[in-house]
């Protein structure tokens, strides 16, 4: 910025000094004419009259003068009876010259400051223009920092509420867990008793494991524990890996996972969390369908993403509840959900882990009348 | 925070008397920056008034519409033609792309008439992320549906507005176009920090959406 404001003066200066050595010179030229004009007249005069070489000096250095306006009326009446009139005399001599090269001294001065002006006007837009595009950048930057801090707030506030809530609803089935033990302990209980309250203490004990898994998945909720290592791998792997993780749970409840043929296609994504993800929505699939049941997956290529389609056939999420159902902590309404156990947070990070790598999920009705997940991942 | 859009107590009816319709009926929403929002109603519902409004597109019969704590409708008409341009980005239904024109004079068309240069290499990351670098030299008539709004989706963050007006943008296209096109709006905006409203009846697309705000008979029911 400086050296420009000083190169500006600079050629500013010099421009000055340009126009000053121009004007001396025309200046110079003119006197000289004028000075000539002065000779001929001189010679011409003591060519006629040579006696009178010095009265003629006189009048032509402005020794001798005639200062009255008699004068000037009888000087001109002269002039113009041998047809010399105003209009003669201003188109000889010096003067056109010296103007001429004057206004052409201005004009190009004027031009030459018109092409500064628009030119550092032209620097000044441009500087502008720059200071918006860096202050929008810097607000969509606060932007994006202040929704982040916002959400990790409201993050904190949730989990620590859902952390509350879990650890009351642990004491229920431990309770229960030791009256249990306590009841076989102290009476004699009868071969049917004994097989009641085996069945009573596998269920808590159930509780006890889903209670516990919900708490797993809230720890990967923690700040920077989701750390994505974005790779360029095949689908196919990854959904493998995905369908093993629910493979087991699958088979114990006659549950079977299909995947329908198609061409592996090379995503950059992070094949762990990306598994998970998909793993949650198939935990979520084997949780509420019926035994006997299939789970269908379908992989398509669109034009940026790859679709990955996960079908089962339960009982369908209502609509009114399609889109809750990605919220952080939300369970469902229906019987089924409320008796199984879970913490709400399955589907959340799927949707977190798939956001964060520009992709997306949704879940539509399926043909019939299970819910189908609609899964994208950007291909680039 | 601070609201980066926001109506206040807006009201639009049409007609009169028996044929009186409230289109937008004393309605109150607030949008925050970098939320992605989506207005669900059926049709008929005063979701696309409601847009027009947000977007200074139509003025309301009476009510504020906020855009960054400004009152748009208190600038006169050719102030709100270059807020209008500067602020928001359009993404219609109908795509609305110049037909003689290629997809990049149409996707920097709005640069252009604003008098602003094109920062090429903001846009042609755009043209990437849509996945149209190697179209760029043809005519809208030569793509197909999905291709138009992904283009459309590009002039409308061409700009850099702060916030992106889409109405029904999917309307027109098939299931698995419509999950692509509005996967590919949902990054873009969350990647350049913008605001997004999305109109739409689709429940599914509205998913995705970090709230939903459904409107019915020009009120707001659930947000």
């Given at each position: 910025?400086?050296?420009?404001?000083?190169?500006?003066?600079?050629?500013?200066?010099?421009?000055?000094?340009?126009?000053?050595?121009?004007?001396?010179f025309?200046?110079?030229?003119?006197?000289?004419?004028?000075?000539?004009?002065?000779?001929?007249?001189?010679?011409?005069?003591?060519?006629?009259?040579?006696?009178?070489?010095?009265?003629?000096?006189?009048?032509?250095?402005?020794?001798?003068?005639?200062?009255?306006?008699?004068?000037?009326?009888?000087?001109?009446?002269?002039?113009?009876?041998?047809g010399?009139?105003?209009?003669?005399?201003?188109?000889?001599?010096?003067?056109?010259?010296?103007?001429?090269?004057?206004?052409?001294?201005?004009?190009?001065?004027?031009?030459?400051c018109?092409?500064?002006?628009?030119?550092?006007m032209?620097?000044?837009?441009?500087?502008?223009?720059?200071?918006?595009?860096?202050?929008?950048?810097?607000?969509?930057?606060?932007?994006?920092?202040?929704?982040?801090?916002?959400?990790?707030?409201?993050?904190?506030?949730?989990?620590?509420?859902?952390?509350?809530?879990?650890?009351?609803?642990?004491?229920?089935?431990?309770?229960?867990?030791?009256?249990?033990?306590?009841?076989?302990?102290?009476?004699?209980?009868?071969?049917?008793?004994?097989?009641?309250?085996?069945?009573?203490?596998?269920?808590?004990?159930?509780?006890?494991?889903?209670?516990?898994?919900?708490?797993?998945?809230?720890?990967?909720?923690?700040?920077?524990?989701?750390?994505?290592?974005?790779?360029k791998?095949?689908?196919?792997?990854?959904?493998?890996?995905?369908?093993?993780?629910?493979?087991?749970?699958?088979?114990?409840?006659?549950?079977?996972?299909?995947?329908?043929?198609?061409?592996?296609?090379?995503?950059?994504?992070?094949?762990?969390?990306?598994?998970?993800a998909?793993?949650?929505?198939?935990?979520?699939?084997?949780?509420?369908?019926?035994?006997?049941?299939?789970?269908?997956i379908?992989?398509?290529?669109?034009?940026?993403?790859?679709?990955?389609?996960?079908?089962?056939?339960?009982?369908?999420?209502?609509?009114?509840?399609?889109?809750r159902?990605f919220?952080?902590?939300?369970?469902?309404?229906?019987?089924?959900?409320?008796?199984?156990?879970?913490?709400?947070?399955?589907?959340?990070?799927?949707?977190?882990?798939?956001?964060?790598?520009?992709?997306?999920?949704?879940?539509?009705?399926?043909?019939?009348?299970?819910?189908?997940?609609?899964?994208?991942?950007?291909?680039? | 925070?601070?609201?980066?859009?926001?109506?206040?107590?807006?009201?639009?009816?049409?007609?009169?008397?028996?044929?009186?319709?409230?289109?937008?009926?004393?309605?109150?929403?607030?949008?925050?920056?970098?939320?992605?929002a989506?207005?669900?109603?059926?049709?008929?519902?005063?979701?696309?008034?409601?847009?027009?409004?947000?977007?200074?597109?139509?003025r309301p019969?009476?009510?504020?519409?906020?855009?960054?704590?400004?009152?748009?409708?208190?600038?006169?008409?050719?102030?709100?033609?270059?807020?209008?341009?500067?602020?928001?980005?359009?993404?219609?239904?109908?795509?609305?792309?110049?037909?003689?024109?290629?997809?990049?004079?149409?996707?920097?068309?709005?640069?252009?008439?604003?008098?602003?240069?094109?920062?090429?290499?903001?846009?042609?990351?755009?043209?990437?992320?849509?996945?149209?670098?190697?179209?760029?030299?043809?005519?809208?008539?030569?793509?197909?549906?999905?291709?138009?709004?992904?283009?459309?989706?590009?002039?409308?963050?061409?700009?850099?507005?702060?916030?992106?007006?889409?109405?029904?943008?999917?309307?027109?296209?098939?299931?698995?176009?419509?999950?692509?096109?509005?996967?590919?709006?949902?990054?873009?905006?969350?990647?350049?920090?913008?605001?997004?409203?999305?109109?739409?009846?689709?429940?599914?697309?509205?998913?995705?959406?970090?709230?939903?705000?459904?409107?019915?008979?020009?009120?707001?029911?659930?947000?």
């Open positions: 910025m400086d050296t420009g404001k000083r190169k500006r003066i600079a050629l500013a200066a010099g421009l000055f000094f340009l126009t000053l050595l121009a004007g001396l025309l200046t110079e030229r003119a006197a000289r004419q004028e000075y000539e004009n002065t000779a001929r007249q001189m010679a011409a005069l003591t060519r006629q009259a040579p006696e009178e070489e010095a009265v003629f000096a006189g009048i032509l250095t402005g020794k001798i003068v005639e200062d009255s306006e008699d004068a000037v009326k009888a000087g001109t009446e002269l002039l113009e009876k041998y010399y009139g105003l209009k003669d005399s201003s188109g000889t001599g010096a003067l056109p010259g010296m103007a001429g090269g004057m206004a052409l001294i201005l004009a190009a001065g004027l031009a030459a018109a092409g500064l002006a628009w030119h550092s032209r620097l000044k837009r441009e500087a502008r223009e720059r200071a918006d595009y860096l202050e929008e950048k810097l607000k969509e930057e606060t932007v994006r920092n202040q929704k982040m801090e916002a959400e990790l707030r409201r993050e904190e506030q949730e989990t620590k509420s859902l952390i509350t809530d879990i650890s009351h609803q642990l004491k229920t089935p431990v309770a229960s867990l030791k009256m249990s033990y306590e009841i076989e302990d102290s009476t004699e209980l009868s071969a049917e008793e004994t097989e009641e309250f085996r069945r009573k203490e596998r269920e808590d004990v159930e509780r006890l494991e889903h209670l516990l898994q919900a708490f797993t998945q809230m720890s990967k909720l923690e700040t920077g524990m989701i750390r994505l290592k974005p790779e791998a095949g689908v196919k792997a990854t959904l493998a890996r995905a369908v093993a993780g629910a493979y087991a749970k699958a088979v114990d409840k006659k549950i079977s996972i299909e995947t329908e043929e198609f061409t592996d296609v090379a995503v950059v994504h992070d094949p762990g969390w990306t598994a998970e998909i793993g949650n929505v198939l935990d979520n699939g084997v949780k509420y369908a019926p035994a006997g049941t299939c789970i269908s379908r992989v398509s290529e669109l034009v940026s993403y790859v679709m990955i389609e996960v079908e089962d056939e339960g009982p369908g999420i209502p609509a009114e509840e399609q889109p159902i919220q952080r902590f939300y369970r469902g309404k229906a019987e089924a959900v409320r008796k199984a156990e879970g913490s709400g947070v399955g589907l959340y990070l799927t949707r977190r882990i798939l956001e964060e790598q520009g992709g997306t999920v949704c879940v539509k009705n399926g043909r019939t009348g299970g819910s189908k997940f609609v899964i994208t991942l950007p291909k680039e | 925070m601070k609201a980066i859009l926001e109506t206040k107590d807006l009201v639009k009816y049409y007609g009169s008397g028996d044929n009186l319709v409230k289109a937008i009926d004393h309605t109150d929403i607030r949008v925050e920056p970098g939320e992605f989506a207005v669900v109603g059926r049709s008929g519902s005063g979701k696309s008034t409601l847009l027009h409004m947000l977007g200074g597109l139509d019969d009476s009510g504020k519409v906020l855009v960054e704590g400004r009152d748009i409708f208190r600038l006169k008409d050719d102030r709100l033609a270059v807020f209008r341009r500067r602020k928001i980005g359009f993404i219609f239904q109908s795509y609305n792309l110049v037909p003689s024109l290629n997809v990049w004079e149409n996707i920097v068309l709005p640069i252009g008439l604003d008098g602003r240069k094109v920062d090429r290499e903001y846009v042609m990351d755009i043209v990437r992320k849509i996945g149209m670098s190697d179209r760029l030299h043809a005519l809208p008539g030569t793509l197909s549906g999905g291709q138009q709004q992904r283009v459309a989706i590009a002039r409308a963050l061409a700009s850099r507005p702060a916030i992106i007006l889409a109405d029904e943008p999917t309307g027109n296209l098939d299931s698995r176009t419509e999950i692509e096109v509005v996967s590919l709006l949902k990054h873009c905006v969350t990647e350049y920090g913008q605001t997004l409203v999305m109109i739409t009846h689709d429940e599914t697309i509205a998913q995705m959406a970090d709230r939903m705000i459904v409107i019915e008979d020009g009120k707001v029911v659930r947000s």
